[in-house]
């Protein structure tokens, strides 16, 4: 499984971006898809996650801000975050995890970067 993360970039705090996430090497059933990010100094935290035939889950810091979604024909996962605040700032990671294996990828990263 490769994942590829992309629509990073700096904004001003109350700005949008979109993140995409293009996946390979497998399908979008059975598997959970998901956003991860990591600020500087700090632990990597979920901000959201979907699972096949399922609907969003998000963490509380982005609830009513970003939206998860994806395109299963396409192998593609969204986030749109809206409002963006400075403490939204971190890389932010692509994740897929097979119900079947357990087994986590991750992709490389894409930078967002949030100023106030």
């Known amino acids: 499984v490769q994942l590829q993360a992309s629509g990073g970039g700096l904004v001003q705090a109350g700005g949008s971006l979109r993140l995409s996430c293009a996946a390979s090497g497998t399908t979008f059933s059975m598997v959970t898809m998901g956003w991860y990010r990591q600020a500087p100094g700090k632990e990597r935290e979920l901000v959201a996650t979907i699972a096949s035939g399922r609907s969003g889950n998000y963490a509380d810091f982005v609830k009513g801000r970003f939206t998860i979604s994806k395109d299963s024909a396409k192998l593609m996962v969204y986030l749109q975050m809206n409002n963006l605040k400075p403490e939204d700032t971190g890389v932010y990671y692509c994740?897929?995890?097979?119900?079947?294996?357990?087994?986590?990828?991750w992709g490389m990263g894409t930078l967002v970067t949030v100023s106030s």
């Open positions: 994740y897929h995890r097979a119900w079947s294996t357990q087994r986590a990828y």
